[in-house]
């Protein structure tokens, strides 16, 4: 079978991402716009009877003083992955690319490799011999995904190195961590929750922290939240530009794709969180709180009304998105892998993301110039 790869509508990309099930919020149309530094281009897999049978968002980045390009598929593209003939799906989207100028492309399959339970996490973590969460036993496999992997290397493609998500050093996580909640009621869910959780969600709600959805306008105040937790945590913070431009191209492709939540206590917004849906997978995207009343719980109050609300919306998967592979006591990040470890869900590694030099000279250009950064 050859595949024509060519551009699509939006139209017709939201309309194969809309008959999908389970698809990343990083592969939806308006994600594009999210993101104004890159040239967003839907492409469009078409088998023989022109049927539409794969899709991908793809993110051009311009080289400084150049008209080549960097080529991004954030967790994408949309197509089969376990395909045994995989070079006829990607072969012809290179061509593609490289027509547009691309130098280099970068791909994040989502394809999922392992799993840990949340005992098998805390197992891993008070072990003093594992110091990677990939070292430690999973609690299952995937049987495929190695092969995927293999087929990808010999078509050339290279496993990136972990990067950010800013710039040419784009970059999402490899482990993630999810609580299923297909075929589980909510009373499942919360008895999946571990005793600290449970203790904390009930206490916030005897001390009266309210939970209520925001709109746009609430936005300075979750900024107000996110910067000074950025300063504590210490990442760089985005500017409330981007936050208003999410709430705006989500929203106005589905009216329902982004959410908004306050923690309110006492007069005072104590913690904030975004909630993002596609389909029947919902993720927790980005939470902020002060350092300001912690013990009556804001941060489990602002998490299980999520959970709440997305069990009650159908998804199958509350995904909080990234944690840190890195075990030891010393990564700052531990105690993010400890609180989301709470919830009883699971860790998930996926395959990672691949490069492919389409112009080998300025792929090593550009990594020699990511290396300094």
Known sequence: MTFRVQPITRAQHLAFVSARPSVSHLQIPSWGDVK???RAESLGWFDEDGRLVGAGLVLLRPLPRLR??????????????????????????????????????????????????ADAVKAAIADPGVRRLGEAEATSYEPLAEGVADRLRRMG??????????????????????VPFAGRSLEDVHGGLNQQWRRNVKKAEKAGVKVVPGGPEDLPVFYGLYTETAERDRFTPRPLS???RMWTALNSEHPDRMRLYLAHHDG???????????????????GASTARRREVQPNNAVQWRMMSDAHRLGASVYDLRGITDTLEESDHLLGLLRFKVGTGGQAVEYLGEWDFPLNR?????????????
């Open 68 to 117: 080549r390009y960097l080529a991004y598929l954030p967790e994408g593209p949309l197509i089969d992955w376990f395909a045994p003939d995989l070079e006829r799906w990607l072969r012809p989207m290179l061509a593609q690319l490289k027509s547009w100028g691309a130098f280099s492309v970068k791909m994040g399959p989502p394809v999922v490799v392992r799993r840990w339970s």
């Open 157 to 178: 493609w290279r496993r990136a190195a972990a990067g950010g998500e800013e710039g040419f050093a784009a970059g999402q996580p490899r482990y993630v961590f999810q």
């Open 268 to 286: 005072e917004v104590l913690a904030a969180a975004t909630m993002l849906t596609v389909g029947d997978h919902v993720w927790y995207s980005y």
């Open 242 to 244: 981007y936050f208003r």
């Open 361 to 373: 000279l300025l792929h090593r250009t550009l990594e020699f110039y990511l290396a300094r950064r």
């Open 36 to 38: 104004p530094d890159w």
